[in-house]
């Protein structure tokens, strides 16, 4: 009897129960709705519906790697300020802009934190702005011109590798690109970074795996399901038998490895007297061991955080401009018109084909510069939202953050994308086209160059800008001068308009995930 009574009583508990889901669930989402539409302060700004009530509709776009082309037909359809998730602004406005990045420094967003290293905090992944000031006045000084400009050389010999390498190929067969790029990324990062010759390119030319170059592609993918499933379930996923899946949980780890023996490696040499720590082309790792975050204690930093940092740097620096370098070649591929034009400057500039002239001289050619500015503008390769979050107070009287009229409480996420002030058709006409003349001064007037640079933002805005831009620019020029002065650039018929449609997860790239040209030895 005491058995039955028990059993009809939780009977009846998990019906109720199960009523109570089925109708609450509903009552929920439906309630839930109602706030966000009619009753947050977010409710009289523009944008679907849809967007408005759940995080879910912009998710699924960041899902099939199309967030940026969603967010710029929002702007297109509702004008310069969008409600893209029940939290989350978008805005395309300079003044906006300014005031966001440069003048008031928002905080980051915590979406950064998907590109944490080895478990731990880098430059690009520290939120807070007076956090981040002491990170970035660690590394800052290795990015300015007179210092990165030490590296020239080391830049130079991977681009003749490079030469070397397509040559060896007599435009015989294709290359896919953004692997070629990455190879020769991972070297020049970790020049940069550990001054340490790594060899991934030599290592790509034998045909042998590059472990390295290997990790720096995975880690963003793993980064990405690491922070959207439970520490359990990731713990299990690491555990499927195969060996490509398990390098890819590893790519964490296996780039840790290689920054810290780095590291090691140089405390151990530097305390033989072996490299002084004051020398004048010093690595990143160099200078981050004599750096001291606390001024008053004069503590140096931990050994985990230089490695984190060594780390982000890589990462950052890898495959944006790998990506960069691929979507240049390919546009030069296709358009005989600019590949002419860069040839007749670039044979005037290098009358020695393997004579690479000083950077300084790079930059004073005017296509050449036109070519990566315009790039930069239509191939930007982290042309996605710079997520920032409005701060208690951004006035004195406490009042909620203005943004064109319409008020934002503390907490509210807000961001701009490059790819659309990139695409703005008054600043920009014929925005989609690839038009390097237009940054010429013989063919725009000054007043619209002015406007054009100060929307052009591929590199971020303000505190937060990209701190490796220096590089990046030393990288692209070297290499694009380089392999245009050596070959005529051909792309195959599998590399067109559909493959190399972009598609953006944070960094972009095609939507094929290759790029096959062909390089065809010039004859000086
Ligand atoms: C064409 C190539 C590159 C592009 C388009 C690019 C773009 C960007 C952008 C847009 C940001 C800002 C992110 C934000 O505000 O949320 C950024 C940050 C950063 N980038 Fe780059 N980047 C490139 C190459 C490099 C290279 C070669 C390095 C080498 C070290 C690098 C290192 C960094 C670092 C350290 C940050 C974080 C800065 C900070 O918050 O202090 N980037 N990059």
Redesign the pocket.
């Known amino acids: 009897m005491n058995t039955i009574s028990t059993f009809s009583d939780l009977w009846s508990f998990a019906y109720n129960l199960l009523i109570s889901f089925v109708l609450f669930t509903p009552l929920y989402f439906f309630l839930n709705a109602i706030y966000h539409l009619r009753l947050s302060p977010l409710s009289s700004i523009p944008g679907p519906w849809y967007a408005a009530i759940s995080d879910f509709w912009l998710f699924s776009h960041a899902l099939r790697l199309q967030q940026c082309k969603t967010i710029h037909s929002l702007f297109a359809r509702y004008g310069p300020v969008v409600r893209i998730g029940p939290n989350k602004v978008a805005f395309c406005d300079l003044s906006v802009t300014k005031n966001v990045?440069i003048a008031q420094k928002f905080d980051?967003s915590d979406y950064?934190k998907s590109l944490l290293t080895n478990n731990n905090d880098?430059?690009?992944t520290?939120l807070p702005h007076s956090e981040?000031l002491v990170?970035?006045r660690g590394?800052i000084p290795h990015?300015v011109p007179a210092h990165i400009n030490l590296f020239q050389p080391q830049v130079h010999d991977s681009a003749c590798d490079l030469v070397e390498m397509l040559e060896l190929a007599g435009g015989k067969k294709s290359f896919e690109c953004l692997n070629l790029f990455r190879h020769l990324?991972v070297d020049i990062?970790s020049m940069?970074?550990c001054g340490f010759r790594h060899g991934a390119l030599r290592n790509l030319s034998m045909g042998i795996e590059d472990p390295l170059s290997m990790a720096v592609y995975d880690f963003p993918k793993r980064g990405v399901m690491r922070s959207v499933v439970p520490v359990w379930a990731w713990n299990l996923i690491c555990k499927i038998p195969s060996k490509r899946w398990k390098r890819l949980c590893d790519s964490d780890r296996i780039m840790a490895e290689f920054v810290s023996a780095r590291l090691y490696e140089l405390r151990s040499q530097i305390t033989a007297g072996k490299i002084q720590d004051d020398d004048e082309q010093m690595s990143l790792l160099q200078r981050l061991l004599k750096y001291r975050p606390n001024v008053a204690s004069r503590e140096p930093m931990s050994d985990q955080d230089i490695i984190s940092e060594g780390m982000?740097?890589?990462i950052?620096?890898?495959d944006?401009?790998s990506?960069?370098l691929a979507y240049i070649l390919w546009e030069v591929s296709r358009r005989p018109d600019i590949q002419q034009r860069l040839h007749a400057e670039l044979d005037q500039a290098m009358p020695n084909s393997r004579a690479i002239p000083d950077i300084s001289i790079l930059y004073r050619l005017p296509f050449l510069t036109a070519v990566v500015k315009e790039a930069?503008r239509v191939y930007?390769?982290?042309p996605s939202l710079?997520?920032r979050v409005v701060p208690v107070s951004t006035n004195a009287m406490n009042d909620s953050f203005d943004l064109l009229g319409y008020g934002l409480p503390p907490g509210t996420v807000v961001g701009t994308q490059?790819w659309s002030s990139h695409r703005d058709s008054i600043v920009f006409p014929s925005p989609d086209t690839f038009l390097p003349d237009r940054w010429l001064e013989t063919h725009t007037d000054p007043s619209q160059l002015i406007l054009m640079h100060q929307h052009l933002?591929?590199?971020?805005?303000g505190s937060?800008?990209?701190?490796?831009?220096n590089?990046?620019h030393l990288?692209?020029r070297v290499v694009i001068a380089t392999v245009i002065r050596n070959f005529d650039i051909v792309s195959p018929p599998e590399t067109n308009d559909s493959s190399m449609s972009i598609k953006d997860a944070f960094v972009i790239f095609p939507a094929s995930m290759r790029c096959n040209l062909k390089f065809i030895p010039r004859q000086d």
Not at 457 to 461: C, E, H, I, L, T
Not at 464 to 469: D, F, I, P, V
């Open positions: 990045y980051k950064y880098h430059a690009m520290t981040h990170r970035k590394y990015y990324m990062m940069t970074v982000g740097h890589t950052a620096g890898v944006t401009t990506a960069t930069l930007g390769a982290a710079l997520e490059s933002m591929p590199f971020g805005a937060r800008l990209c701190g490796g831009q590089l990046a990288a692209i």
